[in-house]
């Protein structure tokens, strides 16, 4: 397949939701939040971030099937390397002495 | 249109070919004799496809990590939540979010650099290489700034510079902070944007020496790779800031009021 050429507009587009994104994220992070939707705005403001940054600027909506998995494979492994981890250590005070 | 043109000069010949006849069409074709093209690969398509795989598997070993200090940070954010918010509000939020802008604009530049070349433009191409470079060394700046209010501060972890130890007093404890549990979020916080910096770093000197290459007129629209990997390498060092800089300096200003 041959390389597909990204329209200077779409680059444009990105970066001004990547410079909202930042704001709305200062803006939110000072705003008091019941329980844990601080921290899940946060990261929610963060991935979206990321995704653009990976789709258009990284060029993989436009790429292979094989960058896709490579990608994917990345995301797959960070999930396993957390999930398995915590599984620890959220179930040591399971264990009362 | 210049998409067009692009397509118009790029070799015909590239798929249904046998190995044989891509060796023949090598010796009798001068549109695959491309001086960047090398020996091992069958034409500047699949040279460009196998370059951009090597560097996506790079950083995908770079995402595993980053993840561990990721996780690191988790789990001791979730066993001192008010000590790592107490200690994130000792940050400079403004230095902070100016260098977000900073960086996000870099990638802007980047993926400039990369469009002008892929579409020929070499002295935009150059330009945008420049700006991304200077864009990174103000990033690094106003982290050299910030490492040092640190120091004065007394906030570097552990007995690293003799005579100055780490200590907690200067920060506002919230309600509930043990000052004595601070010091971990600035190690987690020194080690992760210490490393990240080291990136940026690594990324400053590797465009310095595509630009170098970019002014001599060795990319274009057909061979361009360097270009592009360099490009994707320097936009995952973005989105890690994307992620450090909500996690390390944003944490606890709810609390403030």
Known sequence: MSEHIVSLKVYVIIAAALMIGTSLTVVAGKMDFPGPLNVIIALTIACVKATLVVLYFMHVRYSSKLVWLIFASAVFWLAILFSLTFADYWTRSWLVP | ?257
Request: net charge negative; charged share 15%; hydrophobic share 45%.
């Open chain 2, 1 to 257: 249109m210049n998409r067009k043109k692009f397509e118009e000069t790029k070799p015909e010949a590239e798929e249904g070919n046998t190995l044989a006849e891509s060796i023949a069409m090598d010796q009798h074709d001068s549109t695959h004799g491309h001086p960047a093209l090398q020996h091992h690969f069958e034409n500047m398509e699949q040279q460009r496809e196998a370059g951009t795989i090597g560097i996506w598997v790079f950083l995908v070993t770079e995402i595993m990590f980053f993840g561990g200090m990721f996780f690191a940070y988790t789990l001791y954010r979730s066993q001192y939540p008010m000590e790592f918010a107490s200690a994130s509000n000792h940050l400079d939020l403004t230095m902070g979010t100016i260098n977000t802008a900073v960086l996000i604009l870099s990638s802007f530049t980047m993926a400039l650099g990369v469009y002008s070349a892929q579409v020929g433009k070499q002295r935009n191409l150059v330009i945008s290489l420049a700006l991304t470079i200077f864009l990174g060394l103000v990033f690094l700046g106003i982290k050299a700034v910030e490492y040092h209010e640190k120091y004065v501060d007394h906030l570097i972890p552990g007995r690293l510079f003799p005579g100055n130890p780490f200590d907690p007093s200067g920060i506002h404890p919230l309600p509930g902070a043990n000052p004595q549990k601070m010091e971990m979020f600035y190690w987690i916080y020194f080690a992760m944007t210490g490393m990240h910096a080291i990136h940026m770093i690594i990324g400053v000197g590797l465009l310095s020496v595509i630009m170098y290459f970019a002014a001599r007129g060795r990319y274009g629209p057909e061979y361009h790779s360097p270009v592009e990997v360099s490009g994707l390498y320097w936009h995952f060092v973005d989105i890690i800031w994307i992620f450090l800089f909500p996690l390390l300096y944003l944490l606890g200003r709810h609390f403030q009021h």
